[in-house]
């Protein structure tokens, strides 16, 4: 049974949302209607105008003393998020510590949660006091229009095409941030991501002793510490600055690859769309790539595909995504772009038949057919081949392997791009 007690005290409100939308799991046990009700009364942010009363109805019911917890757990949270508006984290981390154990003693009884003692407490209530101060800013910046409701995050590993996605992107409408980084040799046509937001990230991962280039994982609890809380608020305020409350701001630095999981507090929030464009190019060609612009060996440069790719992949995973190809995006912009188009659409008017740019719009073809143009197909520079003099240098059958691998992940995502669940499937079975 998923881990309701580990999702709530995440703050991770939009999956335990859709956990109830698809109660398949409860309806299979005894106890199934007080459970998916209890679900439902937990799965409301603190923030949330609606009204759950007539689920703890149900609950009371069936089970008294599961209802009065349940009660006390939310009079908790709603205290510990008012102590957080105020800015008294201490208040706020003695609140939380209250609500979770209310809310751990409700599970307990409802036969909800499997492993109720795992959890260390301390643990649960800082991790959860981190995630509620990220969406009380999150909430802040909204209510005063600092940021828009969408935000759209091209995510991919270096040289996977993701400046020249973002630059089509933006031609079409979608908004860059105004610190662009400038122009080189390596990417002529431009970046397209903003110069604060890489250095926020640039220190946040020298603070947990790591870089872009580094293949090894982050620190076990990284997502939920403080300072992960810290570099969230940074990155709101900044987002803020160079975006300007624009309503397409388009989010593109390799290093979230790595890092985007880190900010599920904001996903799980409810409070802005967002959408996750990852293209992905074939591994060796990246690798060359990469050779060429940074001086990366081509096994490094193999690990750190790989790694990125997990990672996006599960980060992103049960969120709006489109998987976009390297080499369809070089050769044929122009449904590459209506995919994200359709991708952004549905995420900013998911129950209605608007779009984002009117279609009737006159303008709209002409829009499209600039922003495409901007793809050059000279900007394919590299193949996916192996050098004599790599083999040379590192030839042995981890490094086999290595190759094998990462081919097996790029053509078990090409394979399945149409199908977001079966990449999903593909990739846990590699």
């Given amino acids: 049974m998923t881990d309701i007690f580990l999702l709530t005290t995440s703050a991770a409100w939009q999956k335990l949302n859709r956990l109830c939308t698809g109660a398949s799991q409860w309806q299979e046990t005894g106890q199934n209607n007080i459970q998916l009700h209890a679900i439902n009364y937990i799965s409301l942010s603190p923030y949330s105008t ?215 507090p904001w996903f799980e929030s409810g409070l802005i769309n967002t959408s996750f464009i990852i293209p992905i190019r074939h591994p060796l060609e990246v690798a060359n790539s990469l050779l060429q612009a940074e001086g990366i060996d081509l096994y490094k440069a193999l690990r750190l595909w790989i790694k990125s790719i997990f990672m996006t992949e599960q980060a992103t995973r049960g969120y709006r995504r489109k998987f976009i190809s390297f080499d369809v995006l070089i050769q044929d912009p122009a449904n590459c772009l209506e995919a994200c188009l359709q991708l952004v659409e549905s995420a900013a008017y998911p129950e209605s038949n608007a779009s984002m740019v009117d279609d009737q719009n006159a303008f709209r073809p002409k829009i499209n057919h600039q922003a495409t143009t901007f793809i050059d197909k000279c900007l394919k520079r590299q193949q996916p081949i192996v050098t004599d003099e790599y083999l040379f240098k590192a030839s042995n059958s981890y490094n086999d392997r290595l190759i094998q691998l990462a081919d097996l992940i790029f053509h078990a995502v090409l394979a399945n791009i149409a199908d977001d669940r079966s990449i999903a499937k593909a990739l846990d079975s590699l």
């Fill in 50 to 264: 609606a009204d759950a009363n007539h689920h703890l109805a149900e609950v009371a019911n069936k089970d008294i003393i599961s209802a009065c917890s349940l009660s006390l757990y939310r009079a908790s949270l709603l205290f510990a998020y008012k102590h957080i508006i105020n800015e008294d984290l201490e208040k706020a981390n003695d609140e939380c510590h209250n609500a979770i154990t209310f809310l751990r003693e409700s599970l307990e009884r409802l036969g909800i949660t499997t492993k109720p003692d795992r959890h260390d407490l301390t643990a649960r209530t800082r991790c959860f006091v981190n995630s509620l101060v990220s969406q009380a800013e999150l909430q802040q910046a909204r209510r005063t229009n600092k940021i828009g409701r969408h935000f759209v995050f091209v995510l991919g590993m270096h040289r996977s095409g993701t400046s020249a996605l973002t630059g089509m992107l933006v031609q079409a409408g979608f908004t860059a941030p105004s610190d662009l980084m400038p122009a080189s040799i390596a990417n002529p046509k431009g970046y397209w991501e903003s110069l604060g937001i890489l250095g926020i990230n640039e220190g946040f991962l020298a603070e947990m002793e790591s870089h872009w280039s580094s293949s090894l994982p982050l620190p076990a609890g990284w997502s939920e510490s403080i300072g992960a809380r810290k570099w969230r608020t940074s990155l709101i305020n900044l987002i803020s600055e160079v975006f300007g409350g624009a309503q397409l701001a388009t989010i593109k630095d390799p290093r979230f690859c790595t890092l985007i999981m880190g900010l599920e």
